[in-house]
T-cell receptor, first 115, second 112 residues
């Protein structure tokens, strides 16, 4: 069965430090992969997506992610974290078929930023 | 207009009430979605509409009734809900069913 694993439930990073959030997926074919961010009580904002092509994708707010097929991973990175990046981050696999798309989310990683 | 809007932001209802959640987008997207998100959990898909037709129902109880009156609007009608239905209800849209989804801010529902 398709699944997404985010191994880190909670991460604390100092402001200005680099960030890497891990995501592993289980999917039979080439996956469509996404990272979303959610601030408390808010909806989800799409940070970036991978459908095909270049395995290093750039997103909004200075985020990037790298697709590694051999490791079934799609880790999210940012070189310098800002206090406003504190939020919940979800990795997701898109299961596309003729009826529609189901996004399968990981359980999320809570990012805290210390000053 | 590049956003998905949802009303109301908050809703408190009793178990015998009937209420509706509304979602609207003006991006010309032809697929729309309802998700349910419990506290500290990821969103779970409830329904998918493609070209105003229901294409996926993830075995959601009949007390939740979706409606897509036109390509810009998506409603979720609620009746005889249970306290465990309290959650954040998120609407999303995409250009079609095989593109990335954009989410609204959600409706925080509390069932007493």
């Amino acid at each position: 069965a398709q699944s997404v694993t985010q191994p880190d439930i909670h991460i604390t990073v100092s402001e200005g430090a680099s960030l890497e959030l891990r995501c592993n997926y289980s999917y039979g074919a080439t996956p469509y992969l996404f990272w979303y961010v959610q601030s408390p009580g808010q909806g989800l904002q799409l940070l970036l997506k991978y459908f095909s092509g270049d395995t290093l994708v750039q997103g909004i707010k200075g985020f990037e992610a790298e697709f590694k097929r051999s490791q079934s991973s799609f880790n999210l990175r940012k070189p310098s974290v800002h206090w406003s990046d504190a939020a919940e981050y979800f990795c997701a696999v898109g299961l596309f078929n003729q009826a529609g798309t189901a996004l399968i989310f990981g359980k999320g990683t809570t990012l805290s930023v210390s000053s | 207009d590049t956003e998905v809007t949802q009303t109301p932001k908050h809703l408190v209802m009793g178990m015998t009430n009937k209420k509706s959640l509304k979602c609207e987008q003006h991006m010309g997207h032809r697929a729309m979605y309802w998700y349910k998100q419990k506290a500290k959990k990821p969103p779970e898909l409830m329904f998918v509409y493609s070209y105003e037709k229901l294409s996926i129902n993830e075995s959601v109880p009949s007390r939740f009734s979706p409606e897509c009156p036109n390509s810009s609007l998506l409603n979720l009608h609620l009746h005889a809900l249970q306290p465990e239905d309290s959650a954040l209800y998120l609407c999303a849209s995409s250009r079609d069913i095989n593109n990335e989804q954009f989410f609204g801010p959600g409706t925080r529902l509390t069932v007493l």
